[in-house]
């Protein structure tokens, strides 16, 4: 009686140990909540297109890329000849906005020495703070390199035709990329057209390795879509992430699935996502949920949600978003980017046309 009675406090105390343990924050899958005032009115009359591309850089700035074209009479009635409207005017393709959604630059388009995409697609700031830009239009076979301030560094492709997955000079209407500082090189998610990734030079642009899923050769065989054990990436091969532990993560949007890579392209392992899915598949856009990488975020932009997931097993732990217009809903919800507080944003293509952000929910 008189150890069983000792042993009480120690098994309360056990009790509220594992109870404290699990409330613990670290220990739970991260939720969100829209912040509905973000971002700011755009200056200028601006309006945007399509969005289709969100990064963040070292200053906690967020960076996407529209679709200057995409935008409608009606909503450009400004621009008109005679006017429609007193709004809008299209924005510049790429913006540079703070955390409080105010816009502090914007630049791009068209310009003496590169070739700028018809159809602009993905954006991403490197460590040291240069803007890639892609672009998805039948004709768009290269990416391109900028300063912060717009001014052009380098190209990698070229427009007008693509010489098929196994190029070793060509993209295929790339979607997306992201770049390896230690070793300087750029992986792009080639893409539209082609299936595969591919490795560059950040600096030259040089040749160095690609490959298709599995590690294997691409192939530009016809495949069905929507096939989670595909023997080839399908179209769009839509974004690579580099993540801290030198693995990278693939977008196989159409076949519902990520493939996990060594950087020498040797595969690790798959994670078949939202299987069921048909439209434009399941896996549009992945991004660590915060520095400690335990999480991934997926955007769904078929589903219409954000999903969160444990990287290394691939468990759903929770989602937020649904289809629709109002605030913290999505339509065609495209790309994903986090800063460093962990607020997340989203963009959104088709007739979304909007960036939006997501703040942890307390």
């Known amino acids: 009686m008189t150890s069983l009675i000792r042993s009480i406090p120690c098994i309360l105390l056990m009790a509220i140990s594992?109870?404290?343990?699990?409330?613990?924050?670290?220990?739970?899958?991260?939720?969100?909540?829209?912040?509905?005032?973000?971002?700011?009115?755009?200056?200028?009359n601006w309006i945007l297109g399509q969005v289709a591309g969100v990064t963040t850089d070292k200053n906690d700035h967020i960076w996407i890329i529209h679709r200057p074209l995409t935008i409608t009479d009606d909503e450009k009635g400004a621009t008109l000849n005679p006017k429609r409207s007193k709004c809008c005017i299209p924005a510049p393709p790429v913006l540079e906005l703070d955390k409080k959604g105010n816009?502090?630059?914007?630049?791009?388009?068209?310009?003496?020495g590169y070739d700028w995409p018809k159809n602009e697609h993905g954006i991403y700031i490197d460590p040291i703070g240069n803007v890639w830009v892609g672009g998805n239009d039948v004709t768009d076979h290269m990416i391109l390199k900028f300063t912060p301030q717009g001014k052009f560094l380098l190209q990698i492709g070229s427009p007008g035709a693509s010489l098929g997955s196994n190029s070793t000079t060509q993209l295929g209407r790339p979607a997306n990329m992201n770049v390896d500082p230690i070793a300087n090189e750029v992986y792009v998610a080639d893409g539209y057209l082609n299936k595969r990734v591919i490795v560059f030079d950040s600096n030259t642009g040089a040749y160095k390795r690609?490959?298709?899923?599995?590690?294997?050769?691409?192939?530009?065989?016809?495949?069905?879509?929507?096939?989670?054990?595909s023997p080839q990436f399908a179209n769009p091969v839509h974004c690579v992430r580099l993540m801290k532990d030198n693995t990278l993560f693939v977008c196989d949007r159409a076949n519902n699935r990520i493939q996990v890579f060594e950087k020498s392209g040797?595969?690790?392992?798959?994670?078949?996502?939202?299987?069921?899915?048909?439209?434009?598949?399941?896996v549009w856009d992945l991004i660590p949920s915060d520095a400690s990488q335990k999480y991934i975020l997926i955007a769904d932009g078929t589903?219409?949600?954000?999903?969160?997931?444990?990287?290394?097993?691939?468990?759903?732990?929770?989602?937020?978003?649904?289809?629709?217009?109002?605030?913290?809903?999505?339509?065609?919800?495209?790309?994903?980017?986090?800063?460093?507080?962990?607020?997340?944003?989203?963009?959104?293509?088709?007739?979304?046309?909007?960036?939006?952000r997501f703040v942890t929910a307390k």
């Open 103 to 112: 816009v502090i630059q914007a630049w791009g388009g068209p310009g003496v």
């Open 210 to 229: 690609h490959w298709g899923a599995y590690g294997n050769p691409p192939s530009d065989e016809k495949m069905a879509n929507f096939n989670p054990s």
């Open 18 to 44: 594992n109870c404290l343990f699990a409330q613990t924050p670290s220990t739970q899958a991260p939720q969100y909540k829209v912040d509905p005032y973000w971002p700011k009115a755009l200056p200028n």
């Open 303 to 356: 589903n219409n949600e954000v999903t969160v997931m444990v990287r290394d097993t691939g468990q759903k732990v929770g989602s937020f978003g649904r289809s629709g217009r109002n605030a913290g809903e999505f339509h065609w919800v495209h790309n994903i980017a986090v800063d460093s507080e962990g607020s997340v944003y989203t963009t959104e293509v088709d007739t979304g046309k909007r960036a939006q």
């Open 266 to 282: 040797k595969f690790i392992r798959e994670m078949v996502f939202e299987p069921d899915t048909k439209g434009s598949g399941s």
